[in-house]
């Protein structure tokens, strides 16, 4: 467990450092939420409030009184077991708490908190205090990819700074990498923090396969576009060619055609798209498309996490052919806290890696991340793999 002085340094960085996501943002940015999966920066700024407050300060410390006894059913997100709570659709509805109110909602958690901090040994308050921070980190991701659909579906498209780089180029030739047949020990092992969606390490056997050591470029998927690939409807999944097939789908998230050359909304704004970046804003049924017209595969998240220790590749968050599902023994914890992870292992896939909206201390080769296959406002990449 870390020591008291480097818990409460990371908590502090960790409530600056959302803050700072939000610094770029008007005022009128803050409140909007153009679909169902996207929650207003407000509403981010809060919940991660509210977690603190709900599950450390109002249990542990004597008389504490809670900012405003409204906010609990305010920036609630799903934890039945809590109490009521503002429906997900309605986030954008909240056009009260102000904005001015919720960062005074945070001075005073935060403060009451770190005063809490100074003066606490017990080390099962540290635990829920360490998996607040990182609980703020996951919603520190969601909040920039969502101010990105934000913005991104404002006619304007404003761009939300002149610095924030979403992609890098890949300079290395893609070469396969042959992983040989055999078990392999799966999950997270040691001493730091991990979610309890990483335990129940485990071996499993993988058949020899080979993987590639980078990312499927901009260019690879113009050539699928421009070949038809989202006409072919034996590339698709049947679930996958009804999404595309209802919903238009003709390119990744973001992207426009404009007198003949691709471009994508950046946060940057809008840009000519760059060939030799790796593409992202791709859903799981586009990921899979693309492989089969390519006569490959996604690697399951096995082969991902086993392939990660043998290769050196940067991160992005890259789907895989696994379905979000308990690792062997895997216990949920007692009380609200459980809710956190087991409830949602139910027709998801997993995505591996990370993204350029990820904290850097957030990334690790067991971390699994999960979305429905049909959803793309993450910064979602595809790897290829093939079988031997």
Same mark, same amino acid.
């Given at each position: ?17 959302? #803050?700072?996501?939000?610094?770029? @943002?008007?005022?009128? $940015? ?6 169902? !999966?996207?929650?207003? =920066? /407000? ?92 609980? #703020?980190?996951?919603?520190?991701? @969601?909040?920039?990819? $969502? ?6 579906? !404002?006619?304007?498209? =404003? /761009? ?229």
């Amino acid at each position: 467990m870390i020591v008291t002085e480097s818990l409460l340094t990371s908590f502090l960085k960790t409530r600056s450092d959302t #803050e700072e996501i939000c610094a770029p @943002l008007q005022i009128e $940015d803050y409140v909007i939420q153009p679909n169902v !999966n996207i929650s207003p =920066p /407000k509403w981010h700024l809060g919940h991660t409030t509210w977690f603190f407050e709900e599950f450390v300060l109002s249990r542990y410390v004597k008389n504490y009184t809670r900012f405003n006894p409204d906010f609990a059913f305010v920036f609630n997100s799903y934890y039945e077991s809590v109490g009521d709570r503002v429906i997900r659709t309605d986030r954008g509805n909240l056009s009260r708490p102000t904005v001015r109110e919720v960062y005074e909602y945070r001075d005073y958690v935060t403060s009451n908190l770190q005063e809490f901090l100074e003066d606490n040994t017990d080390v099962k308050i540290f635990e829920l205090v360490e998996i607040g921070i990182h609980h #703020e980190k996951q919603h520190q991701e @969601l909040l920039l990819t $969502d101010i990105k659909f934000i913005l991104g579906n !404002n006619p304007l498209l =404003p /761009k939300y700074n002149d610095t924030f780089t979403e992609n890098s180029l890949q300079n290395k030739a893609v070469e396969y990498s042959k992983i040989d047949e055999g078990l392999y020990d799966i999950g997270y092992a040691g001493e730091g923090f991990c979610y309890d969606n990483e335990l129940g390490r485990h071996k499993v056997f993988l058949q020899e396969f080979e993987i590639a050591n980078a990312l499927v470029t901009n260019r690879e998927y113009i050539d699928f576009i421009e070949n038809e690939g989202y006409q072919e409807s034996l590339l698709w999944h049947a679930e996958a060619w009804d999404w595309v097939s209802k919903e238009r789908i003709k390119a990744p998230l973001y992207w426009y055609k404009i007198k003949g050359k691709y471009h994508q909304y950046t946060l940057q704004g809008l840009k000519e798209v760059s060939y030799d970046m790796p593409v992202t804003h791709i859903s799981y049924y586009e990921a899979f498309a693309f492989a089969q017209w390519r006569g490959e595969r996604l690697p399951t998240e096995f082969e991902w996490e086993t392939a990660h220790y043998y290769l050196d590749w940067g991160a992005r968050w890259e789907w895989t052919e696994s379905s979000y599902l308990p690792y062997p023994g895997y216990k949920k914890a007692d009380g609200a806290l459980g809710e956190y992870n087991g409830k949602f292992m139910v027709n998801q896939k997993v995505l591996r890696g990370g993204s350029v909206a990820t904290p850097q201390n957030h990334i690790r080769p067991t971390y699994r991340n999960f979305f429905h296959p049909q959803l793309r406002w993450q910064f979602t990449g595809i790897r290829l793999a093939r079988d031997i």
